[in-house]
């Protein structure tokens, strides 16, 4: 069965970092773009942060210079590294794969969520 686990997440104050992880299991991942989506209360979800399964990576413009994705394959984990953070970054952290042919959508699959609190 598909499961992604989001882990990592907590309080931290500002201008702080947290590591968030995201463990895969029940497909072959490495043919997956994945990453980071994140809600706080009232907004929309945004994307953080993504993956490609060749390395490509996209960032949203508030995270730029300060987040990073990455992936370990061979772990079947994606990572969220987040420094400098802000309490804007406050969220729910939802971890994301996707599998596209020709950019047309063929799997899309969600993590459960994990609370980042970024305060004082």
């Known amino acids: 069965q598909v499961q992604l686990v989001e882990s990592g997440g907590g309080l931290v104050q500002p201008g702080g970092s947290l590591r968030l992880s995201c463990a895969a299991s029940?497909?072959?991942?490495?043919?997956?773009?994945m990453g980071w989506y994140r809600q706080a209360p009232g907004k929309q979800r945004e994307l953080v942060g993504f993956?490609?399964?060749?390395?490509?990576?996209n960032y949203g413009d508030s995270v730029k210079g300060r987040f990073t994705v990455s992936r370990d394959n061979d772990k079947n984990t994606v990572y969220l590294q987040m420094n400098n953070l802000k309490p804007e970054d406050t969220a729910v952290y939802y971890c994301?794969?996707?599998?596209?042919?020709?950019?047309?959508?063929?799997?899309?699959?969600w993590g459960p969520g994990t609370q980042v609190t970024v305060s004082s």
């Open positions: 993956i490609s399964s060749s390395g490509t990576t």
């Open positions: 029940g497909r072959i991942w490495s043919l997956y773009g």
């Open positions: 994301n794969a996707k599998k596209e042919f020709f950019q047309q959508l063929l799997n899309d699959f």
